[in-house]
């Protein structure tokens, strides 16, 4: 089965796994800008990251015949410098018309603090003016409940918002419908260890339904696994679900939301050269 990863950051993966997720079935994959483990001391490291996710890992990706988009922001977790953050947010617009970008993302809350929210709200207001997408990141744990209830309350809150054009990532049992009811879409983590396994997400679909819904690997630099996608198909089809069903999370969902975006110029696999992949899923 082909299949999109809609959630990943390959800055922290080496090819060797873009060779696998190819071999696996993956065909497109979407990489918001995150925090890399250190805080940047200043906008020309997030222009030097930009530039990394606009033109080194497309390029990466087309090796193996994955079809690389992106995301841009200031992440949460930097957002408490306020200064800088205004000057990443002025420098964006920079890169807003490089062809794989998608929208604004993954913005959204960490500590639920002050200043992530006033950056957030920025970070809304830019994606309004150039009519971007938005990816949303909500919090961990036990701050995810409140957080992501303070998100979306800013984003009601901001009559030019269009739910159908947001999606609210790393939802859970407890987050899925605030995350879902009023029209935005949402995306399930699978983590090896935090946020949700590939059972817990079949047990999400199965009790939630599968509509506006996806599923991501968010491979990065801390213990994931790029292959998680796939592992939630097994899950899936273990359970006896068809691959119709299985193949509207995997890659209906994704596409229907990406194609909104002016930049999201998608090639069909099966107009591809070649045939699926020898290990496809
Ligand atoms: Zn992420």
């Not at 805080?39 to 997030?46: A, P």
């Not at 909500?138 to 159908?164: A, F, S, W």
């Amino acid at each position: 089965m082909y299949y999109i990863d809609p959630h990943v950051h390959m800055v922290s993966r080496v090819t060797d796994d873009y060779e696998r997720m190819a071999r696996m079935g993956c065909v497109a994959i979407s990489e918001p800008a995150f925090w890399a483990g250190y805080d940047r001391g200043s906008v020309d490291g997030f222009r030097d990251y930009f530039r990394q996710l606009t033109d080194f890992e497309p390029k990466r990706a087309a090796a193996v015949g994955i079809q690389h988009y992106t995301w841009l922001c200031i992440n949460a977790k930097e957002a408490e410098n306020v200064a800088l953050s205004r000057e990443v947010i002025a420098m964006i617009p920079e890169f807003l018309n490089r062809p794989n970008v998608l929208g604004i993302g993954e913005i959204g809350l960490n500590k639920n603090t002050l200043n992530e929210a006033t950056v957030f709200q920025e970070q809304v207001d830019l994606a309004m003016k150039t009519r971007e997408l938005i990816l949303i990141h909500t919090p961990h744990l036990q701050d995810k409940y409140k957080g992501t209830r303070m998100i979306v309350d800013m984003l009601l809150n901001d009559k030019r918002v269009e739910p159908e054009r947001v999606l609210i990532d790393h939802v859970e049992e407890h987050t899925v419908r605030l995350a879902r009811e009023d029209g935005f879409w949402c995306a399930m983590t699978l983590y090896p260890t935090t946020k949700c396994t590939p059972a817990r997400a079949a047990d999400i679909i199965e009790r939630y339904g599968d509509d506006r819904i996806m599923v991501n690997s968010a491979g990065d630099w801390g213990p994931s696994n790029p292959l998680a996608v796939p592992d939630f198909v097994m899950e899936m089809r273990r359970r006896g679900h068809s691959d119709s069903q299985i193949k509207k999370v995997v890659y209906d969902n994704p596409l229907e939301f990406f194609r909104q975006s002016k930049h999201f110029r998608f090639t069909p696999p099966d107009t591809l050269a070649g045939r699926e992949p020898a290990d496809a899923i």
